[in-house]
């Protein structure tokens, strides 16, 4: 039987939530292969990883740090091991929000106006919202799960937004607010076609889709979303177009604001959350297929097992 290793854990502030995706996972794992849980964190990782010799492929479920960004895969890579995520380059793009929009905005796709600041960097709260408008979002680059994200509806709430976000990132954008109806879109390649899942609306009772909203029941997550078919198929569409310009791999998940009836990206996941409370989970159930099928599939187009 092969021996599948579960790489969870990490080194972000998603560490609990990448357990609970991980335990999910291997819960509904497929019967034919072994899942072996590999939890790592900063104190442990080395010796963790050392175990990676003695599996025959791995599934990396870390969000964010050191999975997410493709750390992890640089790693299995050198140990020629394979893993059914996405490679080095495609996680890294992927994970960096202000790089991979402007990479997709060079390929035509819609984001929102946005400006980057670095660590240290001094910001001027006049200008940024001369040039932004209020309101506006302030958010880690490099995070995930709305960790360090501010919502900012004054010029003298600029500062703390920044030292907020600065304390989940060494990069954060400033982003301007799209007033519209955010969807979200799993998309994955069957042995047939690379499929896109049902829309999911993300109706939060939160400022936005923030950590309280996605883990803390504190939003509704329509699916099918509430959209017309056109559009709907359009959203589609363009997740399929980003998952092959980005090259990724295994299952990612995209989400999107709906401004007047156009998609707008606002950020591409590739690790989404997969625990019980998680948006992809919900989108398999109506669709028809187990999570259990799902996982067979994936492993079965990437790994050839």
């Known amino acids: ?12 502030s998603e560490y609990d939530i990448s357990i609970k995706s991980a335990q999910t996972i291997q819960k ?19 010796e963790r990883l050392q175990i990676a010799g003695k599996i025959d492929a791995a599934i990396i479920y870390t969000h964010g740090d050191p999975g997410e960004n493709g750390r992890i895969q640089a790693y299995l890579d050198m140990l020629q091991i394979p893993y059914i995520n996405s490679g080095v380059l495609a996680s890294a793009l992927s994970f960096d929000k202000w790089y991979c929009n402007q990479f ?5 796709f819609a984001v929102a106006k946005s400006q980057l600041f670095h660590y240290g960097a001094k910001i001027n709260a006049g200008s940024l919202v001369k040039e932004l408008g209020l309101p506006l979002f ?11 994200i501010s919502k900012v509806k004054s010029t003298d709430e600029v500062q703390k937004a920044f030292e907020i976000a600065f304390n989940e990132g060494r990069n954060v954008v400033a982003e301007a607010f799209l007033d519209g109806t955010e969807v979200t879109c799993g998309v994955f390649r ?7 899942l ?13 950590f309280a909203a996605k883990y803390n ?5 329509i699916t099918p979303a509430r959209v017309e078919e056109t559009l709907r198929e359009e959203v589609q569409v363009q997740a399929k177009k980003i998952y092959e310009l980005l090259g990724l791999r295994g299952l990612a998940r995209i989400d999107f604001m709906l401004v007047n009836n156009q998609p707008f990206v606002i950020e591409v996941n590739t690790t989404p959350g997969f625990s019980p409370a998680s948006i992809v989970p919900q989108m398999l159930g109506v669709a028809g297929i187990s999570i259990q099928d799902f996982w067979r599939e994936i492993i079965k187009v990437e790994l050839g097992m």
Request: glycine content about 12%; proline content about 4%; overall charge negative.
């Open 138 to 148: 302030v958010k880690p680059s490099d995070s995930g799960s709305s960790y360090g």
């Open 217 to 221: 029941g504190k939003s509704k997550e």
């Open 28 to 46: 509904n794992f497929p019967d034919h292969l072994e899942c072996l849980l590999i939890e790592i964190s900063r104190a442990n990782w080395q």
């Open 190 to 196: 069957s042995t047939t076609e690379l499929v896109a």
């Open 1 to 12: 039987m092969k021996r599948i290793g579960l790489i969870c854990g990490g080194f972000s």
């Open 198 to 210: 049902p829309l999911t609306e993300i109706v939060s009772e939160t400022e936005f889709f923030d």
């Open 104 to 108: 997709l905005r060079g390929f035509g």
